[in-house]
Structure formats: C-alpha cells, structure tokens
C-alpha cells in the first residue's frame, strides 16, 4: 500500500510540475521584449506638392558584404526572435500581409503584383539534379529533386528613393519608395563571373508596418535594439548611386559608362543632390 501510494505521488507531482512548465513560457532574456513587437511605424510629415520645389529620383546599390550594411544580412537563421531582412521580407510575402512586384518586366513602377510560388521561380533553383544509385540493381540515374530557395545568396539591395527639397521647412529631405532583393551567383561552380539578378520590389511606405515590428540588432546596447524602419529612416546603411531619372528611358549609369568613369559619374550625381541646398544659401 505504501509503495502504491509513493507511486501515484511521484506521478502527481511529475504531472504538477510538467503542467506548471507548459503553463510558464520560455523567456530568452531578462524580461519580455515588447516594444518591437507592439511598435507602429512613425507617421511621417505630410508634404505639400506647391511645398516641394524640386526633386530627383534615383536608385541606390547597397551591398550587404559590407560592414555597415551586415545588419540587412546577419543573422541567416533566426536567433532571439531576430531574422534578415529578406527572410522577413518572404515571410511577408508569403503570409500576403506584403506586395511583392515583378522584377523583370514591369521593373520598378510597382504595377505588376507576384505571389509568393512567382517569387520563388525568380530564384531559379526550386529544383536540381542529383545522381541516385538503385540499391538492388546498383545502376545510376539522374534524379531531380526540390531545393531550398538560395536566401544567402541575396547580397545586394537596390533602394529606390525621391529626394526633395521642401520650401515649407527650407531642407532638403528624402523619402524611399522602394526596396529590391538581388541576388548574386554563379550559373556554374567553375565560372568566374557572377550574375545579378533582381528578385521582386516591394514597395516601401507598404512593408514599414512589417519592419517596424522586427528588431535589428544593436552592437552597442541590445536593450536599445532599433527597428528595420529606423534603420532605413535614419539612414544606417551605405550605398552608391547606380541611376538617376532621365530622358533615356531612366537608364542605369552601367549604360553609357563603365569602371572608373561610373563611380566617377555616381559622385557627380551625388554631388549635384547635395549641392542644390548648398548653393541656396548665401555666406
């Protein structure tokens, strides 16, 4: 009897203490982080069109090898609740609580809504070739199978944005329009060259409810993390200029020059955005 009635003790309190452990969530941290999670993007200022003086639009390379552009890459799996941008940015997509807009055809005038099975024919590896050896008769086939999207090789963003200058406030201020996932690879193991590909657009003031609710890391204080919205409205990112709106059908500076004379002619363009609010001021 005595042992019968250890028995169902022990039981009871391995059952109390699973119910007790099921019942408490596991927290990876000191405290529940909700800010994030709960943030709305800011409301941004109105512009008026008779305010806007001038105005330029130009596309912008981002590369994430680079080190202050690694945040937009890292981490590749998730870790604490933390993705990349482009894992969140397919999420999105998937759950359809995002537009994602053809790349190839309709390029950057977000006209021509994809979903998600679209997106992931852009990337071109859904399946791949393997050799299967039978087990039984030991002869040797080729097989296709599916394969996983090739996410880490998104390397590179271009960043569609209009830059103005707003009589009202006597700034010249910017606005993105628009984000663009590319992808660089190799066709085959042995080739030299890499191939840039553009997956999809997204359009901006669309996806900023998403980013405003994930969190990038903060090197310098985790407990201070920014969101993927701060950090495009507060410009932490580095870029150059591959093209800027003009009477050629907006073509790219890769166009009409190469090498030297297109870092060259990116700076130009650069230089003339920033030196317009300059050359309104007198000393």
Same mark, same amino acid.
């Given at each position: 009897?005595?042992?019968?009635?250890?028995?169902?003790?022990?039981?009871?309190?391995?059952?109390?203490?699973?119910?007790?452990? #099921?019942? /408490?969530?596991?927290? #990876?941290?000191? @405290?529940?982080?909700?800010?994030?999670?709960?943030?709305? $993007?800011?409301?941004?200022?109105?512009? &008026?069109?008779?305010?806007?003086? !001038?105005?330029?639009?130009? !596309?912008? =390379?981002?590369?994430?090898?680079?080190?202050?552009?690694?945040?937009? @890459?890292? $981490?590749? &799996?998730?870790?604490?609740?933390?993705?990349?941008?482009?894992?969140?940015?397919?999420?999105?997509?998937?759950?359809?609580? *995002?537009?994602?807009?053809?790349?190839?055809?309709?390029?950057?005038?977000?006209? =021509? $809504?994809?979903?998600?099975?679209?997106?992931? /024919?852009?990337?071109?590896?859904?399946?791949?070739?393997?050799?299967?050896?039978?087990?039984?008769?030991?002869?040797?086939?080729?097989?296709?199978?599916?394969?996983?999207?090739?996410? @880490?090789?998104?390397?590179?963003?271009?960043?569609?944005?209009? !830059?103005?200058?707003?009589?009202?406030?006597?700034?010249?201020?910017?606005?993105?329009?628009?984000?663009? $996932? *590319?992808?660089?690879?190799?066709?085959?193991?042995?080739?030299?060259?890499?191939?840039?590909?553009? =997956?999809?657009?997204?359009?901006?003031?669309?996806?900023?409810?998403?980013?405003?609710? #994930?969190?990038?890391?903060?090197?310098?204080?985790?407990?201070?993390?920014?969101?993927?919205?701060?950090?495009?409205?507060?410009?932490?990112?580095?870029?150059? *200029?591959?093209?800027?709106?003009?009477?050629?059908?907006?073509?790219? *500076?890769?166009?009409?020059?190469?090498?030297? @004379?297109?870092?060259?002619?990116?700076? &130009?363009?650069?230089?003339?955005?920033? #030196?317009?609010?300059?050359?309104? !001021?007198?000393?």
């Amino acid at each position: 009897m005595k042992k019968l009635l250890l028995v169902f003790t022990s039981v009871l309190i391995g059952a109390t203490s699973a119910n007790l452990l #099921n019942a /408490q969530p596991i927290i #990876n941290a000191a @405290y529940v982080k909700r800010t994030t999670i709960d943030r709305k $993007p800011a409301p941004l200022p109105m512009v &008026r069109e008779s305010d806007a003086v !001038w105005s330029r639009t130009v !596309w912008r =390379l981002v590369d994430l090898r680079e080190k202050a552009n690694q945040h937009f @890459y890292y $981490p590749t &799996r998730e870790i604490q609740g933390r993705s990349n941008l482009i894992n969140i940015l397919l999420k999105g997509v998937e759950g359809k609580t *995002i537009t994602a807009f053809d790349a190839q055809y309709a390029d950057d005038e977000f006209k =021509l $809504p994809i979903d998600f099975n679209q997106v992931k /024919q852009q990337f071109g590896d859904s399946v791949k070739a393997i050799k299967v050896t039978d087990i039984n008769t030991g002869d040797v086939r080729d097989s296709v199978i599916s394969a996983d999207m090739p996410i @880490y090789q998104v390397k590179q963003l271009e960043v569609k944005e209009v !830059w103005y200058f707003d009589k009202q406030k006597s700034t010249l201020q910017v606005r993105i329009l628009g984000i663009c $996932p *590319i992808r660089v690879y190799k066709k085959q193991e042995s080739d030299t060259a890499f191939v840039r590909k553009r =997956l999809f657009w997204v359009y901006y003031p669309e996806i900023r409810p998403l980013l405003a609710r #994930n969190e990038c890391l903060n090197e310098f204080n985790g407990a201070r993390s920014l969101s993927f919205d701060d950090v495009f409205l507060t410009r932490r990112f580095d870029g150059y *200029i591959v093209k800027e709106e003009n009477t050629y059908n907006n073509r790219s *500076i890769e166009q009409y020059a190469t090498g030297e @004379y297109a870092a060259k002619e990116s700076d &130009r363009i650069k230089n003339s955005i920033f #030196n317009y609010e300059q050359d309104l !001021w007198e000393y």
